[in-house]
């Protein structure tokens, strides 16, 4: 299950998957463009918006629904915005859709995916995020002054919740993983920000990946033989061990920070 498969990478690691012969539940906001990559590779179309987190429930009551086993989940949606918006349940936009979303989705299949069989849970992170920390009284960066630090806070949000994810599951068969993609212009992610669209076209944020060189190491982590040698790790691209935040390492910050998370989203959560 991809989120964030109506275009781009995500779209482009669903058609890969389809090749080598996995069952894709696409998941995209748009249901034109998500509707249109599932029938090009015979996947199922699944709507959610995240800036809504009722769809985020509803989306995962009818994967409980349809699917029995759930081997990959991919949390890949993503946005960069470059002025502060509120969702309409009252948190700010980027911080929802890029890490408060994929945690409260990640939560509710875990029962499924932790007893079905080996699962994994492998979510689109970047190297943005060693450029902001992590202030506990504050998680929705609301003391930031720059919108693309706090994009960069947002993506050491979802590594800090994947080396906790991989802790608290130990034992059980699922393995989580994050990655940087690659700076990959013209993607859904930069929908909303001119900005960063033209740095990547410019090639002002580094070198340039094409999409197909994106989606890849999503692909490599949901086909890799041995997910446990990656379980809690964070790629840069295809390149274990990346460089990340120092508080990336922080083993009681990345505790309390699921804790303080579920308590937001008022989760009861082992």
Request: glycine fraction near 8%; charged fraction near 20%; hydrophobic fraction near 40%.
């Amino acid at each position: 299950m991809i989120t964030g498969a109506s275009t781009g990478l995500g779209a482009e690691a669903a058609r890969q998957l389809v090749r080598l012969g996995a069952t894709v539940a696409v998941v995209g906001r748009s249901p034109e463009k998500t509707a249109a990559v599932a029938r090009e590779i015979g996947a199922e179309p699944l709507v959610a918006d995240f800036t809504r987190l009722a769809d985020v429930r509803a989306l995962a009551g009818t994967l409980l629904d349809r699917y029995p086993r759930i081997d990959v989940l991919a949390n890949n949606a993503g946005v960069v915005l470059t002025r502060r918006s509120r969702t309409e349940d009252g948190h700010d936009t980027m911080f929802q859709v890029n890490y408060l979303a994929p945690f409260l989705l990640t939560n509710l299949l875990l029962d499924r995916l932790t007893t079905a069989g080996p699962a994994r849970v492998i979510s689109t992170s970047s190297k943005a995020n060693r450029s902001a920390g992590i202030d506990l009284d504050d998680l929705e960066g609301a003391r930031t002054r720059s919108e693309l630090l706090r994009y960069g806070m947002t993506k050491l949000q979802n590594i800090l919740f994947t080396r906790e994810l991989a802790r608290r599951t130990r034992g059980t068969g699922l393995t989580a993983t994050a990655f940087h993609p690659g700076v990959v212009p013209g993607t859904e992610i930069n929908r909303d920000s001119p900005l960063i669209a033209a740095l990547c076209r410019y090639r002002l944020l580094g070198r340039v990946a094409t999409v197909a060189e994106g989606a890849a190491p999503l692909v490599h982590l949901a086909t890799m033989p041995d997910p446990e040698t990656a379980n809690g790790g964070y790629y840069h691209c295809l390149k274990p061990n990346g460089p990340v935040h120092p508080h990336a390492t922080d083993a009681q910050l990345a505790a309390r920070l699921w804790d303080r998370t579920a308590d937001l989203l008022g989760l009861r959560v082992a």
